[in-house]
């Protein structure tokens, strides 16, 4: 648990608490969410540690073209075989088998894997160039080679399974195993070219669309040197600067514990880029405050749960599923976190006006001035991390340099923050903690994006794609609406059971061609995935968010789950306005200002959904004062205000002046009489104001 400390002044009579870095030391950036770990120690930690470090510099001489090893020009596929061996054989190590093995000790049957997978790694390694030069991927290949590639295909899917869980191999494993029988005729549109298991084990491991395809590479070239960031961030004492901030800026204002936690969630996760991380760090500050200011504790629990989801959307450092896009696209990936700009900000803007509504109708107050950090204290003890994001976005975004730009922003970082601060200044001690917690995400995530890797190969192998677009828009009947109602639902459930980076490459192959067949703008088509199947972590059954912030705040897990997706239902509009208009992930002519323009309307149209769904509407008031007409006025400015924030055009039937028009005229009569009948029924009495 993370402490908050009280300073009192001579001048100063109410305690004045400042927070303490919520992430420590130990900080871990998380993407399948597991939470049973093995801590490696003694010669195991070293080795990891050096593991780390030979990655890191790797990378740094990929993407610098540093020429480390002279006289000799590394293969792209060589330098993919080398990180996968260098931290794909830690995933037996870090990650028991069962629930019942050990985590003090290392039990023999994992370093059997542990040495198994980094044999078969460089072996296949070692022939990648021979592979390339004579085109064994698709028949040819030496019998040693398919031997070391059968092995490398059975060590990922018990990877996947150990860091992604039951579920997630699953998934996976009937889809790489597919190819073998394609041909079947039960399959009906899943038909497609079938291949031999030397085939299907030679492709797998050898072409650059499976193993060695688009989630490695997005790691390769960008995920390492974000994360490098991030954890630099944390260890530099960032997270006590953001929370901070977030308490003195916020805390003030109506439901001011609330709003802390959506503002600390989004700059927090704009480091870690994981919803169980931003949960476990932010929420253990904001839900004890929250539940103190009057929240309910599993509303507490449920706006965290929401404010963290929102993090892997919140550029510049989204989630690892952002670089996935990246690539996909064949775009840079600054233009996936300019995309991702808008729907962010309505994102948060929409739970921000749920929290105000929450607060006015139940009377919460703020937090008192006195009892908050000083906004002048705060900025002097971390201005220069202010000057580091500066420095990322200037990069991302000016100079087009993303696979730079973290490394730059972690070297100014480390640099000012070994000038200016005196209690997060590192230590050799400090260097080995870091490479170490960088170890334990690296081997994680390439433990899950090596093994989803062979989802797209299995696909590329079978050529079934294409055809499933069709199919797909044939049972659509050509209706974009149905089709995104579709690909909305089967984001949902395949994120029960999945991780937002696996369930977004099953519907980038499966379902995105269809709907780009339909003419809706790519980026727009696959940012609607991509926030559909994170919008799983706060949707029951699994909602693993919120229960995460159950457990924090004490509430039953499953009724926190049901508030996080009231609180956050008007997140589930958002996706389908800017597949409807492009504007809104600033695509098409004249993006910029379209898009604001139509971001405009949609917060316009939020505030009167959040007015509705909460029973407080401003400028009307509280909405239990119009009696028996309560819910009619909430259903209808839960219409009207959806109505307003719809775009117009495209594949909609009207105008974007027609739909506004619309809304205006569903909600004009709806607040007029509102706020007559809540005149006439005078204050609400005090009795009915306790949530």
């Known amino acids: 648990m993370m402490s908050a400390s009280v300073s009192t002044g001579p001048k100063d009579e109410a305690k004045r608490v400042v927070f303490d870095d919520p992430h420590g030391a130990a900080a ?13 120690h003694g010669a195991w930690r070293w080795i990891l540690v050096a593991a780390t470090a030979a990655t890191i510099l790797l990378c740094i001489n990929q993407q610098f073209s540093l020429r480390f090893f002279i006289g000799y020009t590394q293969l792209n596929t060589e330098y993919f ?32 894997f542990f040495v198994v997978t980094f044999a078969a790694a460089l072996l296949l390694m070692s022939n990648v160039r021979k592979a390339a030069e004579a085109g064994w991927e698709f028949g040819g290949a030496p019998n040693t080679v398919i031997a070391a590639g059968l092995v490398m295909w059975v060590m990922l899917m018990e990877a996947l399974r150990r860091t992604g869980g039951w579920s997630l191999l699953l998934s996976v494993f009937p889809f790489t195993v597919y190819p073998l029988f394609a041909e079947s005729g039960w399959l009906g549109p899943f038909r497609g070219t079938q ?64 709003k802390v936690c959506i503002f600390a969630s989004g700059l927090l996760g704009m480091m870690s880029g994981s919803i169980i991380s931003n949960v476990l760090t932010a929420g253990t500050m904001t839900i004890p405050v929250m539940k103190k200011s009057g929240f309910r504790a599993s509303y507490a629990g449920a ?57 006015a109708r139940h009377k919460l107050k703020g937090i008192p001035r006195a009892e908050l950090p000083r906004i002048m204290d705060t900025i002097k003890d971390g ?55 960088n170890g334990r995400t690296f081997v994680e995530l390439v433990g899950i994006l090596a093994g989803c890797g062979l989802l797209i190969g299995a696909f590329s192998m079978t050529g079934v794609v294409s055809s499933l677009a069709n199919d797909l828009l044939h049972i659509a009947g050509d209706n974009p609406f149905l089709l995104l109602g579709m690909c909305a639902l089967t984001s949902l459930i395949l994120g029960l059971g999945l991780t937002t980076t696996a369930c977004y ?57 049901w508030e996080s997706m009231w609180v956050g239902s008007i997140i589930y509009f958002i996706p389908f306005f800017f597949v409807l208009n492009p504007a809104l992930v600033l695509q098409g002519p004249s993006p910029y200002l379209a898009g604001l323009g139509l971001m405009a309307l949609a917060a316009f149209g939020t505030l009167f959904i959040c007015g509705g769904i909460q029973g407080y ?56 009489i509102a706020l007559l009948l809540i005149r006439r029924q005078g204050p609400i009495p005090d009795g009915l104001r306790v949530p």
Not at 33 to 39: L, Q
Not at 385 to 393: G, K
Not at 512 to 538: C, D, Q, T
Request: with cysteine; hydrophobic share 55%; aromatic share 12%.
């Open 28 to 40: 871990n950036m998380q993407e399948a969410e597991v939470t049973r770990v093995r801590t490696l």
């Open 81 to 112: 075989y080398l990180l996968i061996a260098l931290m794909l054989p830690f995933t037996f190590l870090i990650f028991p088998g069962t629930e019942r093995a050990p985590l003090d000790r290392i039990p023999w049957y994992d370093l059997v």
């Open 195 to 258: 291949s031999t298991l030397e085939q299907a084990t030679a492709y797998h491991v050898l072409s650059g669309e499976s193993l060695l395809g688009i989630p490695i590479q997005a790691f390769a070239d960008t995920v390492i040197g974000f994360l490098v960031f991030g954890t630099a961030l944390m260890m530099t004492g960032a997270g006590k600067f953001f929370i901070n901030l977030a308490f003195a800026l916020c805390g003030t204002f109506r439901g001011g514990a609330a």
């Open 303 to 359: 706006i965290e749960a929401c404010a963290s989801t929102g993090a892997v959307l919140a550029p510049p450092v989204m989630g690892a599923t952002a670089f996935v896009i990246a690539q996909f696209l064949n775009v840079s990936y600054a233009d996936v976190a300019i995309a991702a700009i808008i729907p962010a900000a309505l994102y948060y803007i929409g739970l921000f006006m749920q929290v105000d509504a929450y607060a």
């Open 383 to 437: 201005w220069y991390y202010v000057f580091v994001i500066a420095l990322l976005i200037v990069m991302l975004l000016y100079f087009k340099r993303e696979s730079h730009a973290p490394f730059y922003a972690t070297a100014l970082l480390l640099v000012l923050n070994q000038l200016f601060s005196r209690d997060t200044r590192w230590t050799l001690g400090t260097i080995g903690k870091f490479l170490e917690v």
């Open 505 to 561: 490459i099953f519907l980038a192959i499966l379902v995105a061609p269809a709907l780009e067949k339909l003419g809706l703008n790519r980026m727009a088509v696959h940012m609607f995935i991509f926030y559909w199947g994170m919008l799983s972590s706060i949707t029951p059954p699994v909602a693993i968010a919120s229960f995460a912030a159950a457990g924090i705040a004490g509430s039953p897990a499953m009724k926190t789950g």
């Open 617 to 672: 509407q401003p400028f009307a008031g509280d909405l239990r004062g119009a009696g028996a007409l309560e819910w009619p006025i909430r259903v209808l400015l839960v219409i009207g205000g959806f109505v307003v924030a719809t775009p117009g055009g495209g594949i909609m039937p009207l105008s974007q002046i027609q739909v506004t028009m619309l809304g205006l005229a569903i909600l004009a009569p709806t607040i007029s």
